[in-house]
């Protein structure tokens, strides 16, 4: 039996950054324990790349821990924990409610839509730095200025503006469009792995095994047998293609606005 240590968030004030930051971790924690032991400390026994790490933490954070489906099966075990707060809230109501699209200051509880904003700013500014168009030192007005420029509101204070993440200060420059690319990922394969009827009505009677069981086939056992590009072909018979991910987004949000979105 092996185990798998994970971080997560939590706000005494806002029950959902621990929900979807622990979801978001079990996908990590997943993949890696769909890795397979054989052949250890070679590159196969080893994630592929980590857009396809980050693919399966975005996956179940948002294909399906945000999805209509997932909290009309789960919604009642909230309930039972938070009896009065819940109490009045619909299934429907809570699943419109944390997918709200609003422009905010932290990446790591923004919407599905937005996030992407709050990782173009992180990319530009790691761009401009290595390209040394930009000093370390007019770093943080160059965030605030694109805060206001793409989201059109800049943060109060470092600790919701350029302090809110650990990677800078661990030297992981160049992560942050992993997270984009995940999400595009996790988009297409989900996609394909909910394609099949079986899967879809094994999701809607809220067994998610037959998902892992998927993944853990066409994704996780084969480690880094491929190179991500490589693997997307073979997973979904075709290159990484954002009209998946846009196709979710107009689909979702559509209905939850009552709106056409194009
Ligand atoms: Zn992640």
Redo the contacts with the bound molecule.
């Keep these: 039996m092996e185990y798998i240590r994970i971080t997560t968030r939590v706000n005494e004030n806002d029950l959902s950054e621990i929900i979807w930051s622990s979801i978001?971790?079990v996908?990590?924690a997943l993949y890696e324990l769909g890795i397979p032991d054989d052949n250890r400390g070679t590159p196969i026994n080893q994630y592929c790349s980590m857009s396809i790490?980050?693919s399966q933490?975005?996956l179940y954070e948002n294909n399906l821990g945000r999805s209509e489906i997932f909290w009309k099966n789960e919604f009642h075990s909230l309930q039972n924990v938070f009896d009065r707060q819940l109490e009045s809230v619909s299934a429907f109501d809570f699943y419109k409610g944390i997918n709200r699209v609003r422009p905010s200051l932290i990446r790591t509880s923004a919407d599905e839509i937005t996030y992407h904003l709050h990782i173009l700013v992180r990319f530009e500014i790691e761009r401009d730095l290595i390209g040394g168009r930009l000093s370390t030192k007019d770093a943080k007005d160059a965030w605030n200025e694109k805060y206001e420029k793409y989201l059109s509101i800049v943060p109060k204070h470092d600790a919701e503006g350029i302090l809110q993440d650990v990677h800078w200060s661990q030297g992981l420059f160049g992560y942050f469009p992993?997270?984009s690319l995940?999400s595009f990922y996790a988009a297409q394969f989900y996609a394909k792995a909910t394609e099949k009827d079986n899967m879809k009505s094994a999701i809607n009677s809220g067994n998610y095994d037959t998902l892992l069981d998927w993944l853990r086939e066409h994704i996780h056992k084969l480690g880094r047998s491929f190179n991500a590009e490589e693997l997307c072909q073979n997973v979904t018979g075709e290159s990484l293609n954002l009209d998946y991910f846009v196709n979710y987004i107009l689909a979702k949000y559509s209905e939850i606005y009552s709106a056409r979105l194009n």
């Design positions: 978001h971790e996908g990590h790490h980050e933490s975005r992993t997270y995940g």
